[in-house]
Nanobody, 123 residues
Framework: QVQLVESGGGLVQAGGSLRLSCAASGRTFSDYAMGWFRQAPGKEREFVAAINRSGGSTHYTDSVKGRFTISRDNAKNTVYLQMNSLKPEDTAIYYC????????????????WGQGTQVTVSS
């Protein structure tokens, strides 16, 4: 089992920044590809970003490219999502997820999930 705990969400004005963290425990963190997803009210959970085990390869959904950066620190068992130039449409609950070895951009292929952290961007 992998336990994931997100933190760093909050209320921010449009144009502002937030840094989300996801702390992992339970298994060897570097064995797992990591992803960030988000879910807005009334909408399906959507892919935001993913990173491979070493941190050398990243993937983003088009709407966040150039604004969000995913990174990981395997020594600290933590994955991050730096979010800049935030927009009201970024408002959602943000979830981190872990999958053994393989990077995916679809939610159903991830094995472990955190409880989520709320991000609210005011206009």
């Amino acid at each position: 089992q992998v336990q994931l705990v997100e933190s760093g969400g909050g209320l921010v004005q449009a144009g502002g920044s937030l840094r989300l963290s996801c702390a992992a425990s339970g298994r060897t963190f570097s064995d797992y590809a990591m992803g960030w997803f988000r879910q807005a009210p009334g909408k399906e959970r959507e892919f935001v970003a993913a990173i491979n085990r070493s941190g050398g390869s990243t993937h983003y959904t088009d709407s966040v490219k150039g604004r969000f950066t995913i990174s990981r620190d395997n020594a600290k068992n933590t994955v991050y999502l730096q979010m800049n130039s935030l927009k009201p449409e970024d408002t959602a609950i943000y979830y981190c997820a872990a999958n053994y070895v393989v990077v995916h951009i679809t939610a159903r292929q991830y094995d472990y999930w955190g409880q989520g952290t709320q991000v609210t961007v005011s206009s």
